[in-house]
């Protein structure tokens, strides 16, 4: 028995794969010592590869004595690679080298190129490309489009365009590879602009290219663009297959258009986890977590696995709402499935718990789980500071440098925020120090972050040095440095530079005309207040809210006109009877002793909230201060029959970069007995300055903070 007569056996046996035969075959070959055959070896290769047992096809390969036959090696290069074993590839590549005689060709390279590519061996790729220059198979347009994909794979996004625009002709696979890389690279614009190209170049989209046109619709919101490609796909009859319908899915959800997106959903022979989790994210943008978690439910009851992005969906969904239950249902099935949570799912559960209020929970979960990422970190300072837990995020921040874990532009701004709040400035100094050293100065956000911390901490030069080197200046950094002049003693600072920002034509909104009308109310510039708030509605057409009004009033106020304050109040029904604006009134009324109005204002006061400490504790002060002790008695009085009591008042101190906070009448402070004899020397020295300062403080004793 010879080559002719094996030959159609092993072929009719590869194409039933009927292994068991095919081996006996291989017995055969082998028995007849005709295992150097080039034509029975590439048979059984492929016979092997088609059933998987690569280990099997690399025998029959190295058994081979003289593998001269280029066409041996590129078979089962191309089946390593289409299983995804890129590594052999690239040894047999490496091997293939060896063999002087043996030259790698256009059915080679794009097995190489597209191992290179899953491995991201960017650098080898960029070498064997060098190469092939030499050979004159660029030329070739699978080779070509191979490279183009390699590169694209490796995210030199870049250099995959430049090769594309290079190549004289081009086939389906580089255009998708092109239009891909734009879209990878957030270039979405870029991506259906290409799209258009090939079809306006006569090359007809795949499944893959309408997938990613679509899917650059959906990041783009182009809603219109998107309906166009896929009325476009229903008048041609092209098959809908599931990436295309899931992209569609996506696409008519993030663009708002839900029914539409149920309408393709519900008409999915299978649905695929893709488009179950872009149904979920469409309902969770229209903020209706009861469809997201019915959804879920399904899903579950239709056997398919939620996946991880599925969850974090969900949660993120709960916390936008503040949905605690809903929440806390979704983290209740990741416990009992036994599911092994990402960081994303973790962050997105802290952030819920933080918006619920539930700091406790969102601690219990930041022990349990890996500190390796700055994602968790940022979730749990940034969690801090929106609930006003500012030491914590600043003691939070410290512990996440001593962990060695890189903070980002995130982490720089939560902490910034926090500085900002409790004024704490060397603190502030400290992460300014930081940001230059990760280089994060040409941060946008960071720097406005940075500015604004200057701003409330009063360091109104540095907050200005930084203001000069912003790389732009937006509406944002104007108004933080605009509110920096005025609340700091620099109103004409303010003005000059509300001005200098509307000739560099930045339109202001309500936050900046709140920021001007503050510091005319610092400075007592009644005539410039009343122009700018004036300006707001009738030039600018904003109407003014409770702050803004907060502002005019206050101004009046400190200016002694009350009943002119008092007349804009009555006159506007929305802003009457609002607590806030009372009360600033109110306390203009103690300062200017107008004892009448502020009684009347003090009425309608105790009426809207009769359990107000403040207002009986002012009340009194007032009439104190005008000696009329009987309505003192009154007031205190009723203050004791209702039980009410003055809320401790808090301030801190920054020593040695830690911030130190006091409460009145909170005698379990460490270093209590420390404190009071230096403030009992600092009262002595008040009372009479003639005398000298003698106090001196332990040094050992200062370190104890």
Same mark, same amino acid.
């Given at each position: 028995?010879?080559?002719?007569?094996?030959?159609?056996?092993?072929?009719?046996?590869?194409?039933?794969?009927?292994?068991?035969?095919?081996?006996?075959?291989?017995?055969?070959? #082998?028995? !007849?010592?005709?295992?150097?055959?080039?034509?029975?070896?590439?048979?059984?290769?492929?016979?092997?590869?088609?059933?998987?047992?690569?280990?099997?096809?690399?025998?029959?390969?190295?058994?081979?004595?003289?593998?001269?036959?280029?066409? /041996?090696?590129?078979?089962?290069?191309?089946?390593?690679?289409?299983?995804?074993?890129?590594?052999? =590839? %690239?040894?047999?590549?490496?091997?293939? *080298?060896?063999?002087?005689?043996?030259?790698?060709?256009?059915?080679?390279?794009?097995?190489? @190129?597209?191992?290179?590519?899953? /491995?991201?061996?960017?650098?080898?790729?960029?070498?064997?490309?060098?190469?092939?220059?030499?050979?004159?198979?660029?030329?070739?347009?699978?080779?070509?489009?191979?490279?183009?994909?390699?590169?694209?794979?490796?995210?030199?996004?870049?250099?995959?365009?430049? *090769? @594309?625009?290079?190549?004289?002709?081009?086939?389906?696979?580089?255009?998708?590879?092109?239009?891909?890389?734009?879209?990878?690279?957030?270039?979405?614009?870029? =991506?259906?602009?290409?799209?258009?190209?090939?079809?306006?170049?006569? @090359?007809?989209?795949?499944?893959?290219?309408?997938?990613?046109?679509?899917?650059?619709?959906?990041?783009? *919101?182009?809603?219109?663009?998107?309906?166009?490609?896929?009325?476009?796909?229903?008048?041609?009859?092209?098959? $809908?297959?599931?990436?295309?319908?899931?992209?569609?899915?996506?696409?008519?959800?993030?663009?708002?258009?839900?029914?539409?997106?149920?309408?393709?959903?519900?008409?999915?022979?299978?649905?695929?986890?893709? +488009?179950?989790?872009?149904?979920?994210?469409?309902?969770?943008?229209?903020?209706?977590?009861?469809?997201?978690?019915? $959804?879920?439910?399904?899903?579950?009851?239709?056997?398919?696995?939620?996946?991880?992005?599925?969850?974090?969906?969900?949660?993120?969904?709960?916390?936008?709402? =503040?949905?605690?239950?809903?929440?806390?249902?979704?983290?209740?099935?990741?416990?009992?499935?036994?599911?092994?949570?990402?960081?994303?799912?973790?962050?997105?559960?802290?952030?819920?718990?933080?918006?619920?209020?539930?700091?406790?929970?969102?601690?219990?979960?930041?022990?349990?789980?890996?500190?390796?990422?700055?994602?968790?970190?940022?979730?749990?300072?940034?969690?801090?500071?929106?609930?006003?837990?500012?030491?914590?995020? !600043?003691?939070?921040?410290?512990?996440?440098?001593?962990?060695?874990?890189?903070?980002?532009?995130?982490?720089?701004?939560?902490?910034?925020?926090?500085?900002?709040?409790?004024?704490?400035?060397?603190?502030?100094?400290?992460?300014?120090?930081?940001?230059?050293?990760?280089?994060?100065?040409?941060?946008?956000?960071?720097?406005?972050?940075?500015?604004?911390?200057?701003?409330?901490?009063?360091?109104?030069?540095?907050?200005?040095?930084? @203001?000069?080197?912003?790389?732009?200046?937006?509406? #944002?950094?104007?108004?933080?440095?605009?509110?920096?002049?005025?609340?700091?003693?620099?109103?004409?600072? +303010?003005?000059?530079?509300?001005?200098?920002?509307?000739?560099?034509? #930045?339109?202001?909104?309500?936050?900046?005309?709140?920021?001007?009308?503050?510091?005319?109310?610092?400075?007592?510039?009644?005539?410039?207040?009343?122009?700018?708030?004036?300006?707001?509605?009738?030039?600018?057409?904003?109407?003014?809210?409770?702050?803004?009004?907060?502002?005019?009033?206050? /101004?009046?106020?400190?200016?002694?006109? !009350?009943?002119? =304050?008092?007349?804009?109040?009555?006159?506007?029904?929305?802003?009457?009877?609002?607590?806030?604006? %009372?009360?600033?009134?109110?306390?203009?009324?103690? $300062?200017?002793?107008?004892?009448?109005?502020?009684?009347?204002?003090?009425?309608?006061?105790?009426?809207?909230?009769?359990?107000?400490?403040?207002?009986?504790?002012?009340?009194?002060?007032?009439?104190?201060?005008?000696?009329?002790?009987?309505?003192?008695?009154?007031?205190?009085?009723?203050?004791?029959? %209702?039980? !009410?009591?003055?809320?401790?008042?808090?301030?801190?101190?920054?020593?040695?970069?830690?911030?130190?906070?006091?409460?009145?009448?909170?005698?379990?402070?460490?270093?209590?007995? /420390?404190?009071?004899?230096? *403030?009992?020397?600092?009262?002595?020295?008040?009372?009479?300055?003639?005398?000298?300062?003698?106090?001196?403080?332990?040094?050992?004793?200062?370190?104890?903070?």
């Amino acid at each position: 028995m010879d080559t002719r007569k094996l030959l159609p056996l092993l072929r009719a046996c590869m194409n039933s794969k009927s292994l068991k035969q095919g081996k006996l075959i291989h017995q055969k070959v #082998v028995t !007849l010592g005709l295992q150097n055959d080039i034509f029975l070896c590439k048979t059984l290769i492929n016979q092997y590869l088609s059933c998987h047992l690569y280990d099997h096809a690399k025998c029959v390969f190295d058994n081979m004595e003289n593998p001269c036959e280029i066409s /041996l090696w590129n078979g089962l290069m191309a089946g390593y690679t289409k299983n995804y074993m890129y590594v052999e =590839a %690239l040894e047999l590549f490496e091997k293939l *080298l060896h063999y002087p005689y043996l030259k790698p060709d256009s059915y080679t390279y794009p097995s190489v @190129f597209k191992a290179c590519g899953g /491995l991201h061996r960017y650098v080898l790729g960029k070498m064997i490309h060098t190469c092939l220059i030499k050979t004159g198979l660029m030329m070739d347009i699978v080779v070509g489009s191979s490279l183009v994909g390699m590169y694209g794979k490796c995210n030199a996004f870049e250099k995959a365009i430049w *090769l @594309f625009n290079e190549m004289p002709e081009k086939d389906v696979a580089c255009w998708n590879t092109v239009i891909s890389c734009y879209y990878q690279s957030g270039n979405f614009k870029d =991506a259906l602009e290409y799209f258009g190209l090939m079809r306006r170049f006569g @090359f007809e989209p795949n499944s893959v290219t309408i997938t990613t046109a679509i899917s650059s619709c959906a990041r783009l *919101l182009d809603l219109n663009r998107g309906m166009e490609i896929h009325e476009e796909l229903i008048n041609s009859g092209f098959l $809908l297959d599931s990436f295309i319908s899931s992209a569609l899915v996506d696409m008519y959800g993030k663009c708002g258009h839900l029914e539409m997106a149920i309408e393709i959903f519900e008409q999915m022979p299978k649905k695929t986890v893709v +488009a179950w989790n872009s149904m979920i994210s469409g309902y969770g943008l229209k903020g209706d977590i009861i469809s997201c978690i019915q $959804l879920f439910k399904r899903m579950y009851n239709e056997g398919v696995k939620p996946t991880l992005t599925t969850l974090s969906s969900l949660i993120m969904v709960c916390s936008r709402s =503040a949905r605690l239950l809903e929440g806390k249902f979704v983290h209740g099935y990741t416990i009992r499935n036994r599911i092994q949570p990402d960081v994303f799912v973790n962050s997105s559960l802290m952030d819920l718990y933080f918006k619920c209020g539930k700091v406790e929970l969102a601690e219990k979960i930041f022990k349990l789980i890996p500190k390796s990422k700055v994602v968790s970190w940022n979730v749990m300072i940034s969690g801090y500071v929106a609930e006003g837990k500012l030491f914590e995020a !600043l003691g939070l921040f410290s512990e996440m440098r001593k962990s060695y874990v890189e903070s980002d532009a995130i982490t720089f701004t939560s902490v910034l925020t926090a500085c900002s709040q409790l004024a704490a400035l060397e603190k502030g100094k400290e992460i300014h120090n930081l940001i230059i050293e990760k280089k994060l100065d040409n941060n946008e956000v960071v720097m406005g972050a940075l500015l604004d911390m200057y701003a409330k901490c009063g360091a109104v030069d540095e907050a200005f040095s930084v @203001f000069k080197c912003l790389p732009k200046r937006d509406l #944002v950094s104007w108004t933080s440095m605009i509110t920096a002049y005025g609340s700091h003693g620099h109103a004409y600072g +303010a003005l000059e530079l509300f001005a200098e920002m509307l000739q560099s034509n #930045v339109k202001p909104d309500r936050v900046a005309f709140l920021a001007i009308l503050s510091a005319c109310g610092h400075a007592g510039l009644v005539d410039e207040g009343c122009y700018y708030f004036n300006q707001m509605i009738n030039v600018y057409g904003i109407i003014p809210r409770v702050e803004h009004y907060s502002c005019l009033i206050d /101004l009046l106020g400190r200016a002694g006109r !009350l009943h002119e =304050a008092y007349e804009i109040l009555q006159q506007n029904p929305e802003i009457r009877d609002d607590v806030e604006l %009372l009360s600033t009134l109110f306390s203009a009324c103690r $300062l200017h002793r107008n004892i009448d109005l502020g009684a009347e204002i003090a009425r309608t006061l105790i009426d809207k909230d009769p359990d107000d400490s403040s207002t009986y504790i002012l009340l009194s002060n007032m009439y104190a201060s005008a000696h009329k002790w009987d309505e003192v008695r009154v007031v205190r009085s009723k203050m004791k029959e %209702l039980g !009410l009591k003055k809320n401790p008042g808090c301030s801190w101190i920054e020593i040695n970069q830690k911030i130190l906070p006091f409460f009145v009448e909170d005698n379990s402070h460490l270093h209590l007995e /420390l404190v009071f004899k230096c *403030l009992s020397y600092l009262s002595d020295h008040m009372e009479d300055e003639s005398k000298s300062f003698t106090y001196h403080l332990d040094v050992e004793t200062l370190r104890l903070y």
